[in-house]
């Protein structure tokens, strides 16, 4: 069964790793291309996702791409380096040391880096205020462990762990 219709039951998802690059953005990435057109999804971040390059080990990342109606929060910095056109639908009482949290709606297909609060009670809170946006399903990229998904409301339905192992050849 395809990861989208495992999804499809469910109104919100967590994409979780226990460590840095273990394939979250490139599961959203994943969800994002092939969830069925025509629902209204949301993502939205604990920390940074999406840049074009690992700050602590320089290697590249994945950036996020979303299609248009998508809804995004982020901070105000990477709302204005987006690569998409889009609408801002309001702000986020949550503030963040790039700036405040910006809710948009996509205009055409573009990458962003999602942005947001760096606890668990933040992203309740920025979460809370997307949800004022008339969205079907919630998605959020996040590097938290396990536990951290317990304090949000609403809740998670399907927290999605993403782990990998890697082997060197020295």
Do not use: W
Request: charged share 25%.
């Amino acid at each position: 069964m395809e990861l989208t219709e495992r999804l499809s039951g469910y109104k919100s998802c967590a994409v979780i790793g226990m460590e840095k690059n273990t394939g979250k953005t490139e599961c959203l990435n994943h969800i994002l291309a092939h969830y069925p057109s025509g629902r209204v999804i949301a993502v939205t971040s604990i920390g940074v996702d999406g840049e074009r390059s690992d700050r602590v080990t320089e290697t590249p990342k994945p950036e996020i791409f979303l299609r248009e109606g998508v809804i995004f929060s982020t901070s105000e910095t990477h709302y204005r380096q987006r690569r998409l056109d889009a609408e801002i639908l309001g702000f986020s009482n949550e503030g963040t040391s790039l700036g405040r949290i910006v809710i948009a709606r996509t205009r055409c297909p573009g990458k962003v880096m999602l942005s947001g609060p760096s606890t668990a009670n933040g992203l309740r809170r920025s979460t809370l205020a997307i949800a004022s946006a008339r969205i079907d399903d919630q998605y959020r990229v996040a590097g938290l462990h396990q536990r951290v998904l317990k304090t949000l409301a609403p809740p998670v339905q399907y927290p999605l762990t993403c782990r990998t192992a890697v082997v060197h050849d020295d």
